[in-house]
């Protein structure tokens, strides 16, 4: 155990900065691809995508946040350690953003305004008012649907924690796999049971993701079982990976569930 805490504790020493970079950078490229119409080569748009931002952004919380509530003498300090992890930086981009549009658009409805700014600074950035669809792609700054999902997860890590943390490798496998069944199965109950809205609103949970921020506190739980694997059968997870995400024969959990679960580690 004290290793694990070494490991982590020497930030200078890690390259996760760096993965966060080229996640943000897929996110970037990804979006603009779709939304500017860029004609790029098929193959070339087919490699952006298949290095998706997102799923490395949630498994990375969940390795980082697992070694947070690890440190964390109560849930009230975890707690405010989670929110000035996430909402100072996230105030800062809501100021930019509503300046820009309301510069380059105007304020509109000063009402719905008001909510959309609520919602983009608290955990509600999934909401775009009728008034503000004409700016840009329509959805003012869509990236930021993922603070939301990030918010539950951290809640919901704490008490993950105290149920695994310490138990045995084939728990925490029949607890994965019972993650990606509740993803799947609720999505498809309520794509053929539920009005459109309530469907959009499961995309939004924790529940449809969790599969993915349990990758990254598997990792950290095991991660000197990991690391080696890793250093050694690392290309063999790209090569799987790569071929359940060109033939398209896949899991759909929010994403590729193979194809992410393989090209993650690697």
């Excluded at 909510?115 to 792609?137: H, K, N």
């Excluded at 090569?239 to 193979?258: M, R």
Aim: glycine share 8%; hydrophobic share 55%.
């Amino acid at each position: 155990m004290a290793r694990k805490k070494i490991i982590f504790a020497d930030r200078q020493a890690n390259c996760l900065t760096f993965f966060r970079l080229l996640a943000a950078l897929q996110v970037l490229s990804g979006h603009a691809i779709r939304h500017l119409d860029i004609a790029l080569p098929a193959p070339f748009i087919k490699v952006i995508y298949f290095f998706s931002g997102v799923p490395v952004f949630f498994a990375l919380s969940g390795y980082l946040v697992w070694f947070s509530v690890e440190r964390s003498r109560d849930f009230k300090n975890y707690a405010r350690k989670r929110f000035w992890r996430i909402y100072p930086e996230l105030w800062v981009a809501v100021l930019v953003e509503i300046i820009v549009m309301i510069f380059l658009y105007g304020p509109g409805d000063k009402k719905s305004l008001a909510l959309f700014i609520f919602g983009q600074a608290t955990v509600f950035q999934f909401w775009t008012p009728d008034s503000l669809r004409g700016y840009g792609c329509g959805t003012p700054n869509g990236a930021l649907w993922t603070i939301g999902v990030i918010v539950q997860f951290y809640i919901v890590v704490w008490f993950l924690y105290k149920v695994l943390h310490g138990k045995k490798i084939y728990l925490w496998a029949v607890c994965w796999v019972g993650s990606i069944i509740v993803s799947i199965a609720g999505n498809a109950v309520l794509e053929f049971f539920a009005p459109e809205v309530v469907q959009k609103l499961f995309n939004q949970t924790f529940l449809r993701y969790l599969w993915l921020f349990a990758i990254g506190c598997f990792f950290a739980e095991f991660q000197e079982v990991f690391l080696r694997l890793v250093k050694r059968f690392w290309w063999w997870g790209f090569l799987v990976a790569a071929l359940f995400y060109f033939t398209g024969i896949d899991l759909e959990a929010g994403y590729g569930v193979i194809q992410v679960s393989f090209c993650l580690p690697g």
